[in-house]
């Protein structure tokens, strides 16, 4: 299964093409209204993945926010009731998905979803290889994380990269090189914690950063634009 995470950044190209696609289908309602459009694109997002990652993030936010020790964290995990920090953090992640989408489409940056989607899932491919995993027994991501190799990550990385370049100029060096030493931050903290990565871990990880970026995306749109003059996926 590990010989998938070189594609990890296809995946995340061919989702933001189609959450960008719902974007432009939306944003031509009469009237401009974006805040629908955003809505479309967020709720197109979770029926697409099936929330897995969101999963992952409610989880991840109850463990690290209820447990105290590296086993009670991974037990709460484990558990397949959301608590409080799973539903702020559900809540919270929607909601700025939700901002950054409306701003996106409002200014015509739609790159920069499909961008968020490329990057958010290559930095699975960071942790992967560069963790161990944390949960004693089997779990989903075991045979993803215990047969990586530095190959994997770095063919992730090139293919990343080119489709940046196409997709997004010169700035979208700039947008995976951000997402790379954010993921290098939230490896570190997991392994201090827990002492590695497990699956929730990694769909948090994609929630978080996917949802940071977008954010910054819409927030730098101005200054990133300069950067955008050439790109071959004209989007």
């Given at each position: 299964?590990?010989?998938?995470?070189?594609?990890?950044?296809?995946?995340?190209?061919?989702?933001?093409?189609?959450?960008?696609?719902?974007?432009?289908?939306?944003?031509?309602?009469?009237?401009?209204?974006?805040?629908?459009?955003?809505?479309?694109?967020?709720?197109?997002?979770?029926?697409?993945?099936?929330?897995?990652?969101l999963?992952?993030?409610?989880?991840?936010?109850?463990?690290?926010?209820?447990?105290?020790?590296?086993?009670?964290?991974?037990?709460?995990?484990?558990?397949?009731?959301?608590?409080?920090?799973?539903?702020?953090?559900?809540?919270?992640?929607?909601l700025?998905?939700?901002?950054?989408?409306s701003?996106?489409?409002?200014?015509?940056?739609?790159?920069?979803?499909v961008?968020a989607?490329?990057?958010s899932?290559?930095?699975?491919?960071?942790?992967?290889?560069?963790?161990?995993?944390?949960?004693?027994g089997?779990?989903?991501?075991?045979?993803?994380?215990?047969?990586?190799?530095?190959?994997?990550?770095?063919?992730?990385?090139?293919?990343?990269l080119?489709?940046?370049?196409?997709?997004?100029?010169?700035?979208?060096?700039?947008?995976?090189?951000?997402?790379?030493?954010?993921?290098?931050?939230?490896?570190?903290?997991?392994?201090?914690?827990?002492?590695?990565?497990?699956?929730?871990?990694?769909?948090?990880?994609?929630?978080?950063?996917?949802t940071?970026?977008?954010?910054?995306?819409?927030?730098?749109?101005?200054?990133?634009?300069q950067?955008?003059?050439?790109?071959?996926?004209?989007?």
């Amino acid at each position: 299964m590990s010989d998938a995470l070189p594609w990890f950044p296809l995946v995340g190209c061919l989702l933001g093409v189609m959450l960008m696609g719902l974007a432009r289908a939306f944003s031509l309602v009469p009237g401009g209204w974006s805040e629908g459009a955003a809505g479309a694109v967020l709720v197109g997002g979770v029926l697409l993945t099936r929330g897995f990652h969101l999963d992952g993030l409610a989880d991840w936010a109850d463990g690290f926010g209820g447990g105290r020790n590296r086993e009670q964290i991974l037990a709460i995990m484990k558990d397949s009731h959301v608590g409080a920090f799973g539903v702020m953090a559900l809540v919270l992640v929607l909601l700025s998905k939700w901002v950054a989408f409306s701003h996106l489409i409002e200014m015509g940056s739609f790159h920069w979803i499909v961008s968020a989607c490329i990057v958010s899932r290559t930095t699975l491919v960071e942790l992967a290889v560069c963790l161990p995993y944390a949960r004693p027994g089997s779990g989903t991501a075991k045979p993803f994380v215990d047969d990586a190799r530095s190959y994997h990550r770095v063919w992730s990385l090139i293919l990343a990269l080119l489709l940046l370049l196409a997709v997004s100029g010169p700035a979208g060096a700039v947008v995976l090189t951000g997402g790379w030493i954010a993921s290098r931050f939230l490896g570190f903290w997991f392994l201090r914690r827990v002492g590695g990565v497990t699956g929730d871990l990694l769909g948090a990880c994609c929630e978080l950063i996917e949802t940071g970026l977008l954010l910054s995306c819409a927030a730098a749109s101005h200054w990133l634009a300069q950067f955008t003059s050439w790109r071959v996926m004209l989007i």
